[in-house]
């Protein structure tokens, strides 16, 4: 590595909010991993899916299996939001371990008076996850998805930032994750992990800029036990990889198309005794 970064510095040109001379003058930025618990039914779409994914292993020929165990990590990631994203049903709280959470933490947010930004990776659950904060606080939030025209967007944005503004913004990261000013609020929710890190550094950028005057609070959300922890040894895998080389980033989320389909296997399987509802943490 230290042979690499000499050979590729000098073509290199970076700098970040956080070097002494980058006088941004902005207030502190934390962030803290909530462990999410999986709900039974959770637990048990989870352990379904999971063992229909070994079965197709052992079915397809080899040149099949990357794909088939691409195709069911999709379906182990909605699930630890909400077992209605494969199941189509109502989105009711009690349901996921994430919704649960994200209960305790809006309430605390707006007690503090606070407002949030809510980041998703599905557009599907965008507007289940605002009409359930609108419950929750007592007053309706925005949305900025893909079904949002770009022209409505800054409107949107305009009407977040106001001082009598919603308590709260859900975004998808692709939509919400370059151009927007949102310092209004000062709590981060990533709702679930992308597996490229810079997506998830482009979407914090989003109230962690010039015009902030409140410290940052980055809270992930991760169902312990389960493929979202191992994304998150992944993520920071390359985070520190991205460190050590003075890169900006990788290119996308080719990371896991590389693995072997073994290692996809083991990625995905459920420790039941991590991903139990009372294991609720944060760290």
Not at 1 to 21: I, W
Not at 29 to 55: E, I
Not at 63 to 88: F, S, T, W, Y
Request: glycine share 8%; aromatic share 8%.
């Amino acid at each position: 590595m230290a042979l690499l970064r000499k050979r590729v510095r000098p073509f290199f040109l970076r700098r970040l909010k956080s070097d002494p001379l980058v006088a941004l003058d902005l207030p502190t930025k934390v962030g803290v991993t909530v462990y999410c618990g999986l709900t039974p039914l959770q637990s048990d779409l989870y352990g379904q899916t999971y063992a229909s994914m070994r079965r197709d292993f052992e079915r397809a020929r080899p040149g099949e299996r990357q794909g088939c165990a691409l195709n069911v990590i999709g379906k182990l990631k909605q699930i630890c939001d909400h077992p209605a994203m494969i199941l189509g049903d109502q989105y009711d709280a009690p349901s996921s371990g994430k919704f649960l959470r994200l209960r305790q933490l809006a309430l605390s947010i707006r007690d503090g008076g606070d407002r949030m930004l809510v980041f998703t990776q599905y557009k599907r659950i965008s507007r289940a996850l605002a009409a359930f904060l609108g419950d929750v606080l007592g007053r309706e939030g925005l949305v900025i998805d893909g079904g949002i025209p770009e022209r409505k967007r800054q409107e949107l944005v305009d009407a977040f930032q106001r001082d009598d503004g919603p308590p709260f913004m859900v975004l998808t990261y692709k939509t919400g994750g370059t151009g927007f000013t949102l310092t209004a609020a000062c709590h981060v929710i990533l709702f679930d992990r992308w597996w490229n890190c810079a997506r998830e550094v482009q979407a914090v950028d989003r109230a962690y800029r010039i015009g902030q005057t409140k410290g940052v609070v980055v809270h992930r959300f991760v169902c312990r036990g389960t493929l979202e922890e191992r994304i998150v040894s992944m993520i920071e895998r390359k985070r520190e990889l991205v460190e050590q080389l003075f890169a900006e980033g990788d290119d996308g989320d080719e990371g896991i198309s590389k693995l072997s389909p073994e290692e996809l296997l083991s990625l995905c399987a459920l420790d039941p005794a991590l991903a139990d509802l009372e294991e609720d943490a944060t760290e």
